[in-house]
């Protein structure tokens, strides 16, 4: 029974892991040459790297599978349709291909309008997405039913466990929170809910984010690191939380 559970928890870190790694390697676009910009250095003696959270309200970057709709005011022959391929890029008409994966939307537009600059003379084109990643959030573990769930409100961790069917009679009130704050580490919080279920300490119950993985275990765990990385086995022992 425990292996069954380590498992589903290896199981369950990777797919966090990898429904995460669109919007980490944008994170990580914005850093130095092979330094992440969300990464500091301990000290200037250390190689050791700490990752800091992510900024809270990053603006969405585009992704493979996107399916975008350019629009161009002055030259409406060459309005199209576009979906960004698995290597990151978009065929654009008598243009070529142009790479746009980890681009904002705004970005784009600068983008699109440099592959055109040999055909028009300062186009104006506007950019909408038509089909794109939708925000999410996932929990697992003595929840009622454990899985994925679209991030359609701003809700918090002990509501996304209700809309994950509530604890379990077997769940602990102690909860870890998996986020993101770089392309190779994710942040672990421990909430300890026991007191805000019976109406004290409610600042424990955070606001959920887009990529949050909640965590309910089964047993109490009494040690675990503040950062774990994106790299996991899905074999024991896991170097993660716990």
Avoid at 140 to 159: A, H, S, W
Wanted: glycine share 6%; hydrophobic share 40%.
């Amino acid at each position: 029974m425990r292996k069954g559970v380590s498992q589903v928890l290896g199981l369950s870190i990777v797919l966090f892991v990898n429904i995460c790694l669109c919007n980490a390697a944008q994170q990580e676009q914005s850093g130095t040459a092979g330094k992440p910009a969300n990464l500091l250095s301990a000290s200037a003696d250390s190689d050791v790297h700490h990752p800091v959270p992510a900024e809270r309200n990053p603006r969405y970057r585009i992704c493979r599978d996107d399916v975008l709709s350019l629009s161009f005011s002055l030259s409406p022959e060459l309005n199209q349709k576009v979906t960004v391929q698995p290597d990151g890029f978009i065929s654009l008409q008598g243009a070529g291909d142009l790479y746009v994966q980890g681009l904002t939307v705004r970005e784009l537009v600068e983008a699109v309008k440099k592959a055109y600059a040999g055909k028009l003379h300062d186009p104006i084109i506007d950019v909408d997405l038509v089909d794109f990643q939708k925000p999410f959030f996932t929990v697992f573990g003595e929840v009622g039913k454990p899985g994925q769930y679209n991030l359609r409100n701003d809700i918090t961790v002990t509501q996304a466990i209700a809309v994950a069917g509530g604890f379990t009679p077997t769940a602990k009130t102690q909860v870890f929170l998996y986020r993101a704050v770089s392309a190779n580490w994710a942040e672990v919080r421990e909430l300890k809910l026991k007191d805000l279920l019976n109406g004290k300490n409610i600042s424990e119950d955070v606001h959920v984010r887009a990529g949050d993985m909640i965590f309910v275990p089964e047993k109490f765990i009494a040690n675990f690191k503040k950062y774990v990385p994106y790299s996991f086995n899905i074999t024991p022992p896991y170097p993660t939380a716990f």
